[in-house]
């Protein structure tokens, strides 16, 4: 996905990546925005798990925060 491509970008050039999310939880296969058994930012899934995506946006938050934002 798409994320997953910017990820490869951005480190490309040297960038540091903050916000990584366990993969636990999500209903999915395969995902080119999985490294290491976690997803490379929050992955919303509006289609499938619609209800979960509050939750998980006020988490990434708030990791964001504790991680130095």
Do not use: I
């Not at 080119?32 to 499938?48: I, L, Q, S």
């Not at 006020?58 to 964001?64: E, G, P, S």
Request: glycine share 10%; charged share 30%.
């Amino acid at each position: 996905n798409t994320a997953g491509e910017l990820y490869d970008q951005f480190v490309k050039a040297g960038a540091k990546v903050y916000g990584f999310v366990s993969t636990e939880g999500y209903e999915h296969s395969a995902s080119k925005a999985e490294k290491d058994g976690k997803f490379v930012g929050c992955m919303f899934d509006e289609d499938n798990q619609y209800d979960l995506s509050e939750e998980r946006a006020n988490k990434w938050v708030q990791q964001l925060k504790d991680e130095g934002f």
